[in-house]
């Protein structure tokens, strides 16, 4: 089926179209410049220019792909979870469309899209897999018999999530937003051994698969402050490169024992944070040596978009699970385990 996905869950505008698993369109908008100067995505700035860009980034796929809107054999949404009113602009215009249309509505969970999305550019996705999803609100190792009927997590943070520690050590730093990739081009001229800063949660008695990235933070910006105090200068690159090495060490190590005790030997990762090229490069270093094959999309594909949205719309067509109703709901707090909305009525 031919599948246009819309994804406004934060400050991307995306419209993606795919037929199966293979990728037509990829459009996509972003008001990162208009938060920048907050420090952070202010949810009212991203609503309104959702509005303003999402009629334009429709015709952008379309125009990409070489379609038509008669073209298209289903539409996908992010219902959640993400920002409500971000929501609501891409839910509000996909049931228009699909209204319009004629076509089936699928209000899909945006997490279980980051993971899905790796179809596109490696085939279809192995099962079961493991998934390590690692974004700006959310960092959970999940365990996917099937991307379309079961999702079920293994563990959490139990505070901030990975890109979100990004974004917030980019800022003591004085980098700019959205800290990720910031911090990981500032990691390449620096020693990930200069500064042992501490992994969270791995002691013997911590939940194995459980994250914790806020003690990390508060220890780099102490780490900082001292040296400011002492008048001495902070070495930026060092502190990037030890605080990123902090992160991935945590989130490999973990991900690869839930891969071992659980029997499974393909490590998908996703979410913006998989975009991290020290994140990609130690996930394949330690699973070769374990006999894990790890698969991460390009970064492009990482961050929000709206062909992951349609890669797992067309995922639930081909897998036979029933369409949304009409009047599906945005749902800022959507659970993992519920891939697909279901309607209020
Ligand atoms: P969620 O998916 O949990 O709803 P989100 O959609 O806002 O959150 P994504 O777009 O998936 O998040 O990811 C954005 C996050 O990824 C930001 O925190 C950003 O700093 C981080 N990020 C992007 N590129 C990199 C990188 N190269 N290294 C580390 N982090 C990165
Ligand atoms: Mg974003
Ligand atoms: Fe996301």
Redesign the pocket.
């Known amino acids: 089926p031919i599948v246009l996905g819309f994804e406004t869950?934060?400050d991307?505008t995306g419209v993606g179209i795919v037929r199966g698993i293979e990728l037509l369109a990829d459009a996509v908008a972003t008001s990162v410049d208009e938060h920048a100067r907050f420090g952070g995505v202010v949810p009212e700035v991203a609503s309104r220019a959702h509005l303003d860009a999402m009629v334009p980034t429709v015709h952008r796929a379309l125009d990409q792909a070489g379609l038509k809107l008669s073209d298209i054999d289903a539409i996908a949404v992010t219902s959640g979870?993400?920002l409500a009113g971000a929501l609501l602009v891409g839910v509000a215009a996909a049931k228009a469309y699909a209204l319009a249309l004629g076509k089936p509505i699928y209000g899909v969970n945006?997490?279980a899209a980051?993971v899905c999305v790796d179809q596109l550019e490696h085939g279809p996705l192995p099962q079961p897999a493991m998934a390590l999803l690692v974004?700006?609100?959310?960092s959970s190792l999940l365990l996917v018999p099937d991307v379309a009927t079961d999702v079920r997590p293994l563990g959490n943070t139990i505070d901030d999530?990975a890109?979100?520690a990004?974004?917030k050590v980019a800022r003591v730093l004085g980098l700019g937003f959205?800290?990720?990739?910031h911090?990981?081009r500032a990691a390449r001229d620096g020693d990930p051994a200069a500064i042992a800063f501490p992994r969270g949660l791995t002691g013997p008695r911590d939940a194995p698969y459980d994250f914790s990235f806020s003690g990390l933070k508060t220890a780099v910006a102490r780490w900082i402050e001292a040296r400011e105090r002492a008048g001495e200068p902070v070495p930026v690159a060092d502190v990037a490169a030890s605080f990123q090495e902090a992160v991935v060490d945590v989130l490999t190590r973990k991900a690869l024992r839930a891969c071992k005790e659980n029997g499974v030997d393909h490590l998908l990762i996703g979410?913006?944070?998989a975009?991290?090229?020290r994140l990609r490069a130690l996930a394949t270093e330690r699973a070769e040596a374990m006999g894990i094959r790890v698969r991460v999309p390009r970064?492009g594909l990482?961050?929000?978009n709206g062909a992951m949205v349609a890669a797992l719309g067309a995922q639930l067509v081909a897998s036979g699970v029933e369409p949304s109703a009409l009047d599906l709901p945005a749902d800022s707090s959507m659970p993992v385990t519920e891939i697909v909305a279901q309607g209020l009525s």
Request: proline letters at 12%; hydrophobic letters at 20%; aromatic letters at 4%.
């Open positions: 869950s934060c991307e979870p993400g945006h997490l980051h974004s700006g609100g959310h999530a890109g979100e990004f974004d959205p800290g990720g990739p911090v990981d979410g913006g944070v975009a991290n090229s970064p990482c961050t929000d």
